[in-house]
């Protein structure tokens, strides 16, 4: 045999033993699909169609958002979970859908290990609010009087096993409070709750909670995370405020499902961190309150070992609880 015809056949063999590298070469050959699973106009759907229209440009190829909402969200992570690992279905989940609900359902997947971490893209952090005529104008005043008012004082929640109860939860545990959960069907009755006076007190994201701040309808506490929001900058930080350490967070990130060739996620998180330098991506993302992670964070591996301290930080908090979601 030529030396020639030998070296070809020995090429072929090789790209014939390596389907998965040839595959991974040539994605995105084919639209691919961003799960988010919340109903649409949700912050984890424009989150993703922010996104989405930035990946399209980037890497020449569709990317069509498809909103899978239900269980919190646990049925649109599910159907990730179940896909091929080829780069063509991914989740655009958030906190709750990849930490609490771990916590609160039996889901029939791992939401750390049945995933590949792929860029953790932005946050807001809980906002502690009151309605308009509490006695207590500031966050240390707040815990007093809860304490003197344990057997009256509420706190209304978007629903049960939600962020907002869950940071509730949390807030009781670090400043030694007992009070009552009054659910709502949702962030926007809550709100209207709150502004009607049917309950004390609530954390909230900052989207529903700044407007009636900024109006002067309800009172803000404080901001938990390290630094202020600039939407509300003369709103202290729980550190600020005398209750450190009161941090949470509900942030937003991409998976692929487990399996997923590392040349994919390497051209995708690529794609992702040059997405989130963008400036009309950071100036829409600072619209909805949302805080974009620094590069050196958005690394696949970054995003892995977040998850997993969130999961062992909040697990035993949820599971203490008991939170029962019906």
Known sequence: MKPSRRKFLHLAAGAAALPGIARAQAWPARPVTLVAPFPAGGPVDTIARILAEHLQRALGQTFIVEDIAGAAGSIGVGRVAR????????????WSTHVANAAIYKLPYDTLTDFQPIALLSSNPGLIVGRKDLPANNLRELVAWLKANSA?????????GGFGHIGGVFFQKVTGTNYQFVPYRGAAPMIAGLLASQFDMAIDTPTTSIPQILGGAIKGFAVMSKTRLAAVPDLPTVDEAGIPG???????AVWA????????????????????ADPSVRQKLADLGQEIYPPDQQTPEALGAFQKAELDKWGPIITAANIKVE
Not at 83 to 94: E, F, H, I, K, M
Not at 152 to 160: V, Y
Not at 246 to 252: D, F, G, S
Not at 257 to 276: Q, S
Request: charged share 10%; no cysteine.
């Open 257 to 276: 499902p487990k399996g997923t060739p590392a040349e994919i996620v390497t051209r995708l998180n690529k794609a992702i961190v040059v997405a989130m």
């Open 246 to 252: 009161l941090y949470l967070l509900q942030w937003n």
């Open 152 to 160: 009256k004082a509420t706190q209304g929640t978007p629903g049960a």
């Open 83 to 94: 896909a091929a690992p080829d780069g063509y279905t991914l989740s655009v989940g958030q």
